[in-house]
């Protein structure tokens, strides 16, 4: 089976408009995680998915940004009113539960998001 | 809060010389520690674990408590190691990462 998916791979937007970054988790994979790497950074937290539920979305920065997971599976990060701030790698991992023990994230390759 | 400082960002090693990557955190809890590494042009990648205490590629990371240390060490650089490496710590279900460490092996 291929590994976490992420589409598009590149995205260039105008300021202002709306975005949507989509996840394709491993298959049977019930976490699902979203992290956003800014130039010169390692990768910070935004968003935890157990399920459909997010069970953690301390690490969104503010309201313009809303992730959902519908069916546990697929899910979507969507940015509003992007600013030239919001520009970054956006990565997704999957993982088969809760991180603990020998529970391992497995990263898809990133969404490189560009706000002009 | 939790927190992972990796105090370098570039290193370079000539191939055969030992390289060590720093990694120190803040952490309140009973600490679990990784190391992750992105080769050119690839995903990022779990590398190793703390509590797996196994050797992966030639590397070892042990965890220091008492100094709040999880250094990389490999005692023979490969051009291959050539990548960019960041250590992480699992707090809540979630990952904070370091800022990275850039890894070139010249030959």
């Known amino acids: 089976g291929a590994g976490v998916s992420q589409t598009p791979s590149n995205k260039v937007t105008e300021k202002g408009k709306y975005v949507e970054l989509r996840c394709d988790p491993i298959?049977?994979?019930?976490?699902l995680y979203w992290y956003r790497q800014s130039l010169g950074q390692g990768p910070e937290f935004l968003i935890y998915f157990q399920g459909t539920g997010a069970a953690d979305d301390s690490g969104l920065p503010n309201d313009r940004f809303f992730a959902v997971r519908p069916e546990g599976s697929v899910s979507t990060l969507k940015i509003q009113r992007t600013e030239r701030g919001d520009s970054a790698v956006y990565l997704c991992?999957?993982?088969?539960?809760?991180?603990?023990?020998?529970?391992?994230?497995?990263f898809g390759q990133g969404t490189r998001l560009t706000v002009v | 809060a939790q927190r992972v400082t990796q105090p370098e960002k570039l290193l370079s090693v000539f191939k055969g010389a030992p390289v060590e990557l720093k990694c120190n955190y803040s952490y309140s809890g009973s600490p679990e520690l990784f190391w992750y590494v992105q080769y050119s042009r690839q995903r990022l990648q779990l590398l190793l674990r703390?509590?797996s205490r196994e050797s992966i590629k030639g590397f070892t990371a042990d965890l220091n408590k008492g100094e709040t240390s999880f250094h990389l060490k490999k005692p023979f650089a490969q051009e291959e190691d050539s990548a960019m490496y960041y250590c992480?710590?699992?707090?809540?279900?979630?990952?904070?990462f370091g800022a990275g460490t850039t890894v070139t092996v010249r030959a």
């Open positions: 703390h509590i």
């Open positions: 298959s049977g994979h019930t976490a």
């Open positions: 992480a710590l699992r707090h809540d279900y979630k990952l904070s």
């Open positions: 991992a999957s993982s088969s539960g809760p991180l603990g023990g020998n529970t391992e994230a497995f």
